[in-house]
């Protein structure tokens, strides 16, 4: 019960209380570039899930088996991980291309972007604490903190595309237009998310 | 009928060059103006609650977010070259709102830097009245316990206990610095703290206001007067409120709390045998903190809440949820503020999904299973 | 009561005109009468300047199956036939008529030949209906013989009476049902029976008592129920008083006679009585004269072509007048002329002497336009789809073309949105994109074709 | 645990051997290298396995487009285009805002001739200013011709005349036309595309795109007779055929109310700009400099009038 509960509130945290993109404000290009219409946000939010959820579990296990034991973890960490993460993203694209055309031509150039999506980098970092504990433990804590934090950020995305659908159509000021206004609505949004300050 | 009416030249008419628009060619008397003032009306009964509890201060504070609130708006569409609408008194509400939800106590800044990011960040920057996404009072109160949380969360709050209700604007009376009823939830959220929370302050005086808060809140009854007027009125629909208390209530009635690395409250309790106490801890939640000036004043915001009247009602469904989430296991005693902001967020979506059956159309599944 | 979602109740000004009794409208030195008087084709004249006409001759045949022919509301001779300002079209085709003061009526017409109902064939009726012209009397001058003759495949069970007359301000079926009860139940008893129905209902709002009263002790005979309905516009509106009294929903796109049904306004009734069993094609109408400009307000009978200027003053309506309406304030039109003639559809007339300035502002959702909406559409997000001129979504995602254009949202918008006629735009472009489009079709069918033609050449 | 050090314990224990700065270099790029390999490995065979076939040239295509998604072509914006050209082989001049250039970059891209393509600008064929065209009614409602145009055909008393109210210059992507302080839209031909925006928005069908080259047009559309026109505006057409007879060329004719210029025998002679009694038939070449003198104050008096 205790450990489940742990996973829980692990899970809960990475995607509500400490979300990445309204916390942690990691990952904003492809938060501000691809929330104009919900529906793309939702493909670029499952995009991520999978994309952080392999990162997660792959770059732990590679840090942990292989990096560990040869004591260059401190050394090659990021490059190693940016490696993974850009190979994975080419290999999602690959297959988004392919399985479905509609979904590739909306994400358009932000899929390579998740490559370096500093959310994906941030999440496999923040893995980086399970390091001390067993090696099955810290994968399944990876993992769950990848898809945890990919949920946090879809539910970001979804919430935010919902109101630049609207944004078009309002008389906002000059001065605001396009990305401005999507930054104070992204600021707004995030005193919104500061509710869940220590919930868990 | 067939008689014939015999041939007569009329009088001609003048007319001169006459007005032509589309139809209708009538209007409804209510307008935005008449609308924004109604509720400056409904606030008036919590307006007296709190100056009675919190004597000069309270009016002091909201007269300083009202003047901050209607000279930003002013200034904002005076930049924009706009024509200046302050008369419609939406940014009246706008200052009482954010002053309503603001300790007496708080230095002259705090309502008067709060009332300007209200409206000029919250409101004014997505193009004015009626294009806002998040209630512009709650984004000011959210930013004041963001950059002044000394001032704003204080762990005592001033107020004027009963016995002082014979000197009405507190000169020569003492006030006396408590903890909130939620605060003191806080330390004790289960059914075992309750009767000592009630010894301190019973249901009466929630109900009445005699208890320390934020300024418009402490009185459930002033603001359910206020939520009548609303209702009366057709400025909110009863819908939304409903929803929102009555999920608080059935929230706090079935979800257990940790205390001490062990589950009680909740329906814990109630299998237990505690379903009286229970049922009471759900009723003080009710009254306590800043429930109905939410319920009845903010998220029933026609800007910033749903169209339709299933939207309102989950919309209302999910901020009680979340009031309930947050008061139960998040790190503020309160959560109304951030419970309407974050459905807020979700407004657009909630809209988007509850649009109505067209007249002559079949619900989706009802065509899907025809 | 019965009655249907949505709607509102304005305040109804009828107390101005209710009172007063049907009174006859001397003719004018001139009747202009419109070729254009129904929905579908106009008519086509067949008279010259110079013919001597008498009261129901032909002047014009109909233009189609939807139109209907118009006949000469007065004796007298035809001075010109040529384009004349016309209420709704801007301009249309006329035949002006100088009436010679005998007002007689033509051959065959006007007998009360004391023919009983029942010995009138079903075909009959329809094929009298249509050549004495009768159309809907209640604005939407619909040809009446066309909605009494539908397809094979569909069946009309159910005759809605409309006497709801759920327009401010217009009192005209008020008075029709009133004095002229008796024509109003004959004449429904001959649409039931044209059409094969097995039941025959008439509705009323409650705010006419008196007139319910009256017709129910007569309908009873008949077996026909007098159903009060609830004060609230558009109570009339076709596919809102089905819903309300029989408890069906005409679909999106379709017609009453999709749900076996058939609705006709309570002075089509009595026109179409006059035409089967008096012989008598459509030359007058009961039109509500009424507004704060008009110091004689009433309910007159008057001839089609009567001009707006001519039936204005002997309502007593004088200068300062600002704003002239067509209809009732809710769907009628308003005029820039009093150079229009009455038409069959004129149920009344609205002379208002204020003209309010309603500015625009955004849309603060404060919901009442869903509320209102009797077509369950959420006008709002029209509107504010409008302003940012993406007609196409709100034709392809927010339902535009549901739209019956009552005027609920825009009569309730406390921003003053004119957002019917946002969606009357929407429908505009909605018609130009078709057209566009079939004629792009159109070049591409052609272009393939030309290729086609060359390959095998 | 599971490792994957054992391949690697050689490199392992040389490493612990000899904990050099080389060492950890060394192998900090064995790790990297041996890393990249199987990841390259594995990209390489989901190309094989997820390839999908495009055509270079639709991008190609795209890149020497505008991008303003005008919908000149005929097409839903410029990637539509693109597609069309490469895939269904439609002609390669049909951008009008690219004009030439981007005509000649399509065809070098797709190998095939350019075509003839002949600048146009968009003319407003109606002088009917606030000051000079008269207004029958007072209307209030949405500020938009097409709106107005439903509501019993707008304004103007003449009902083919431009209502005025801007609806071209909220159509024009580029920016082309502007409000001028007299009530009347005008075009910056120096911005003009030819894109065709204005003659669809324009509910009057006022707009027409003619070649720069033709100096002389007709700006009037009232068919209304003679009589009713000069009752209606100042500058309308009145039928009365002094150009007709003016004209050496036979190339103007007065059909159904309305001056006609046959565009084939037309020598922008101006013979007819002087003949006219209503000033509505105009010489561009000399009101050029007038309309770009009126639109610029319009501009101004625009900003003004925002600014009070």
Known sequence: MDTFIEYFRLFFSVALVSNLVLAKFLGLCPFIGVTKKTSSAVGMGFAVIFVMALASVATFAIYK????????????NIVVFILVIASLVQFVEMVVQKVSPPLYRALGIYLPLITTNCAVLGVTQLNLAFRDGSFGAGLLKSAIQGVGGGLGFLLAMILMSGMRERLDTLPLPKAMKGVPIAFVTTACLALAFLGFTGMA | MSEAPEKREAAPVELGTLVVSSSPHLRAPDSIGQIMWTVVLALLPAFCAAVYVFGIDAARVTLLAVAAAVATEAACQALRRERVTVSDGSAVVTGVLLAFVLPADVSWYVPVVGSIVAIAVAKQAFGGLGCNFFNPALIGRAFLQFAFADQVTLAKWRFLPAHAFSDLLGSGVDAVSQATPLAVLKGAPGPAGLDALYRQYGLGDLVLGNVPGSIGEVSAFALLLGGLILVANRCINWRLPAAMIATVAISVLLLPVREGGAFTGGFVSILHGGALAQGKLALYHLFAGGLFLGAFFMATDMVTSPITARGQIVFGVGAGLLVALIRLYGGYPEGVCYAILLMNAARPLIDRYTRPRVFGTKRRKEAERA | MRTFRGGVHPHDHKELAREAAIEPVPLPERLVVSMNQQLGAPAKAVVEPGAEVLRGELLGEAGGFVSAPVHAPTSGRVVDVAPHPHPVAGSAPAVVIEPDGRDAWAEGCDRDSGERLDAVEPGEIVARIREAGVVGMGGATFPTHVK??????????VVILNGCECEPYLTADHRLMLERTAEVVSGLRLLVKAVGASR???????????????????????????????????????KQLIKALTGREVPSGGLPMDVGCLVQNVGTAVAAHEAVLRARPVTERVCTVTGRGAARPGNYLVRVGMPMAHLLAHAGVRGGVRRLVLGGPMMGLAQWTADVPVLKGTSGVLALMDAPEWKTRACISCGRCVEGCPSYLVPSRLSILAEAGAFSEMIDEANALDCIECGVC?????????????????????????????RVRAEEAKRAQEKESAATA | ???????????????????????????????????????????????????????????????????????????????????????????????APGGAKAAKMIAAVMGVEPGESERRVSVLRCRGSRA????????????????????????????????????????????????????????LEARCTACGRCVDACPRHLYVLAPEKRTVHVLCSSRDPGRATRAACEVGCIACKACERACKFDAIHVVDNLAVIDEEKCKNCGACVRACPQAIIGDFRKMRKALAASARSATNAGGEAAAS
């Open chain 3, 200 to 238: 025959g209902v008439i509705g009323v709002e409650a705010n006419k008592p008196d007139a319910a009263q009256a017709l129910s002790g007569l309908a009873a005979e008949f077996g026909f129920p007098v159903e009060v309905l609830r004060v609230k516009y558009p109570q009339g509106a076709e």
């Open chain 1, 65 to 76: 088996l292989v990096l560990m034991p040869l004591g260059l973890e401190k050394a090659l």
């Open chain 4, 132 to 187: 000079r065209a008269k207004e029958r009614m007072e209307y209030r409602g949405v500020a938009d011709c097409r709106a107005a145009a439903l509501v019993l055909g707008g304004p103007k008393a003449c009902t083919y005349g431009c209502l005025g109210l801007g609806t071209c210059v909220e159509a024009c992507p580029f920016g082309a036309i502007v409000m001028g302080a007299d009530g009347l839209p005008h075009v």
């Open chain 3, 148 to 157: 009494l003759s539908p397809p094979k495949d569909k069946s009309i069970e």
């Open chain 4, 1 to 95: 645990m599971i490792s994957l050090a054992p391949p690697l314990m050689p490199v392992l224990a040389a490493a612990d051997a000899a904990p050099s700065p080389v060492g950890t270099v060394a192998l900090s790029i064995l790790v990297v290298g041996l890393l990249g390999a199987v990841f390259g490995i594995i990209l390489f065979v989901a190309s094989k396995k997820f390839a999908v076939k495009t055509d270079p040239r639709v991008e190609e295509v795209l890149g020497a487009l505008p991008g303003a998604n005008c919908g000149a072509c005929g097409l839903a914006g410029c990637p539509a285009y693109a597609e069309g050209v490469v895939l269904k082989g439609l002609a390669v001049n049909l951008c």
């Open chain 3, 410 to 438: 825009t009569y309730v918008c406390p921003a003053r949105r004119p957002i019917v006629q946002w969606i009357r735009q929407a429908k505009w472009e909605a018609r130009i994109r078709k057209m566009k489009a079939d």
